[in-house]
């Protein structure tokens, strides 16, 4: 069975560009495990050289494609994510957000409620 594609969303501007690629690549290993596909933004198909506007158009037209988002603990300091916030609840997505991170004996856990449900999910690195 095909598995639901849930978009990432998280700040990106402002970061260097190492961190926000760890950051997003963690991400998608959370929403891999909350049985999901993930749809990272980082890979929109547009060089970094272009202008935000240019990013978050093709990041919406990707957005819109998923009926579900995943918000990183960051996202609410991020215009680009609270763009992307008001058009996922303008279409009524599923919003799942990453509200702390966590070690135990070096597994790093991660806490995501969605309204209905809290998910408490690791990964291996």
Known sequence: MKRKKMYVSGAISGYSPILVKTKFNEAE?????????????????????????????????????CRHVYFQKDWEYSRGAMIEFKIAKCLKMKLYFETKSYFVNKTKWHVVENGDKTYRVSHKR
């Open 29 to 65: 290993r959370v929403v891999s495990a909350l049985g999901f596909s993930p749809v990272n933004p980082l890979n929109n198909g547009i060089d970094e050289c272009h202008s935000w506007t240019i990013h978050m158009i093709a990041d919406i037209l990707i957005l819109i494609r």
